[in-house]
Each structure stands twice: as C-alpha cells, then as structure tokens.
C-alpha cells in the first residue's frame, strides 16, 4: 500500500472533512446514492426470502435484513438534505461491507453453510459497496480500501468452506468471488480513466482561460477580445485612463496597479444583466491603462448616452482613494466593415477625446444615431 494512501487515511475524517463539492456534484451524487439505497432495499428483500437449512440462521437472517431495511429507508428519506449527504454515504460504504463479513462471520461461527442462492446474490455487494466508495475516497485509495473487506471475507470463506468437501456450493462461492473480482478491477480503471479525462478537460480549461485572461485585472487581456472580435459586434468602446502616467510617477506602480484593478473590476460590474441592462457586453484590457468593451447590440439608449454613463461612472469610482477621469472612444461597426477597420476608427475617436481636453466621450457624427 502506498505511503501517501496512509498519509490520507491519517488526515481524512468523513464528518469533519471540508465540504469542497460543488452544487451540480451534490445533486449527481444524491441520483446516484438513491439508486444505490433502491438497490439496497431490494437485495435485502431478496435475500430475507431465499431459504436456510438451519432455523438459528433464518431468524437471524429476518432479523438483520429488517434492521437493514429500516436504516436504508431512512437514509433515502434523509438524502433531500444536503448536510447528510457525507454521513449517508459513511453509513451506506461500511453497511455494505460489514453486511458480508457480519454474514461470513456468523456461518463460521454457526458451523452452518448457506445455500447456494445465498451465496450467489450477496456476494456482487461488494460491487455496490465500491460504487459508494469511489465517490467518498480519492483513486488512489480505492483498490487499498477494497482489498481490506474483500480479503476478510475470502479468509472466512476459505475457513468455513475449508471444513466440508467439494459441494455445488464451493463452486458458487468460487464463481461468485471469481466473477467479483473481475468485475472490481475493470470498474476501478474505468474510474481512473474518467477522473483523468475530468482532469485533462479542467487543465485545458485552465491554460486556456489563462491565456485570454489578464492577471492583473481578471477581465480579458488582448488575445481574449480578439476572439471575441470574430463574433458579431454591433459597437466598440475604447477608454483611455487620463495622466495615468503621472500617477505612477507620484504615488507609484503599486498604486497604477490599483486603479487598473479597480476600473476592471468597474467594468467587470458590468457584464451582468442587473447592472448595466445589456446582456451581450463584453470587457477586456487592450493594453497598458486601455480597455476595450465590445458591444452585441447596440444601447437602447444610444452610444452617446450609454458612453457618457461610463464615462461618469469612471470618475466616481475612485479607486483605491484616488480620484480618475477617462477618455472614451465609440464606434459602430458598419455592415460589412472589417474589424481592423472599426477598431482604428475606434482608436482615433479615443484620441479625439484626449487631445479635446480629456474626461470626455467622442463619437462620430454618424455612429451618433
């Protein structure tokens, strides 16, 4: 067993783990474990009504299989709530387990051998009981947890069997554990394979939000809005922090980094529904203290108005307590208008505004309408 499967083991605590699940996984988890306890509930009924030779072992087997019964139904009502998601999923793992081995245990003890039937439906359990315990451990704890149960249980087996010649029940319980097995192992691949696949997919999402994304701000950096750019744009807006040089040169960068992260939060602001009313919005930096917004339709208001509102926006902001005005830049994107074309005529307008006297908004007279 691996050293770092202890290590885990030594740390890991089912009621005092860190709940880290997202939302959609408590929910897949909740379909799955209901499945799981139905399953339960019909194995127990199942094997309450298959026959024993001893009577000692059916009153013991009516009693154990109610009992079981009862704490299954119970779980199943309790999975609507969330925070018993973690000790139902406890209880069903060692449940499942200790059902085998209390079984195994009691035959030895009793000196009794169960039927064929018997053997043949509780022992695929184990197949149950590994589905729950994939869920709760991490992969490379799974096969060292396995083999503790299903090693106790072919030592019983073998001890108990082991006292009686060759029968059509060695050939069950041979089959059983045999086709078990099998089964075990091909299941826990499957389960490595998937978590790689998750793993792969999430890295290939991470460097590819991190290469259009810029550090600083957490909006889009340059490379992000040129892919945006290939999708439909109805206006172009490029803001320009004024004498923001000066204020690297007085208060530092420290402080420039500050107003760059406080206008992208600004605009980050928004991209939502709630606050800006435009759902098809669209913000990035364009490079040094320029940032880009990209517009799906245009404002309801007008370009003038909606540019004039970001525009005062911007001064009142005043991040990190220093106080800022903007030069801004729009364009509408005329049909069939190369998008080179619009962002140097968007680039243009914003030096119109800087070069007019600053803290202003500048658009062409016939973008204005």
């Avoid at 009142?316 to 307590?321: A, F, K, V, Y």
């Avoid at 680039?347 to 908004?361: E, I, P, S, T």
Wanted: charged share 20%.
């Amino acid at each position: 067993m691996p050293k770092n499967v202890f290590v885990w083991l030594a740390r890991w605590s089912p009621f005092g783990r860190r709940w880290d699940d997202t939302p959609q996984l408590h929910r897949a988890k909740q379909r799955i474990y209901r499945v799981c306890l139905l399953m339960s509930l019909l194995m127990l009924v199942i094997t309450a009504l298959l026959p024993q030779s001893d009577p000692r072992v059916s009153e013991i087997q009516l009693f154990i299989n109610a009992f079981g019964f009862l704490v299954a139904l119970i779980a199943l009502l309790c999975l609507r709530w969330t925070r018993w998601l973690r000790v139902i999923e406890l209880l069903m793992a060692t449940g499942i387990f200790a059902y085998t081995i209390l079984w195994d245990s009691l035959f030895l003890m009793l000196d009794v051998l169960p039927s064929r039937e018997f053997v043949i439906t509780y022992g695929p359990v184990f197949l149950l009981g590994a589905v729950i315990l994939s869920l709760m451990v991490p992969q490379r704890a799974l096969l060292p947890l396995l083999a503790v149960p299903f090693s106790v249980h072919a030592v019983l087996t073998w001890l108990l069997l082991s006292r009686s010649e060759w029968t059509d029940l060695h050939s069950a319980r041979l089959v059983t554990d045999l086709t078990t097995l099998i089964t075990l192992i091909p299941l826990m691949l499957v389960g490595e394979y998937q978590r790689a696949v998750v793993l792969a997919e999430q890295a290939a999402q991470s460097i590819h939000k991190l290469a259009e994304t810029d550090p600083l701000t957490g909006i889009l950096n340059r490379r992000g809005l040129m892919a945006q750019l290939e999708q439909e744009v109805a206006v172009m807006t490029l803001l320009d922090i004024d004498h923001f040089k000066s204020i690297n040169d007085t208060y530092g960068h420290e402080q420039g980094d500050a107003v760059l992260q406080g206008v992208g939060e600004y605009l980050a602001s928004l991209t939502s529904a709630h606050a800006s009313g435009h759902q098809h919005l669209q913000v990035g930096r364009w490079g040094g203290e320029e940032f880009l917004l990209l517009l799906r339709q245009p404002p309801a208001e007008g370009v003038v108005v909606w540019a004039e509102d970001l525009r005062a926006g911007l001064q009142r902001l005043c991040p990190n307590g220093l106080p800022i005005t903007v030069s801004v830049g729009v364009a509408a994107r005329w049909p069939e208008e190369p998008v080179a074309q619009t962002l140097k005529r968007v680039d243009g307008l914003m030096y119109q505004a800087k070069f007019g006297g600053r803290n202003r908004v500048a658009v062409a007279p016939e973008d204005s309408e």
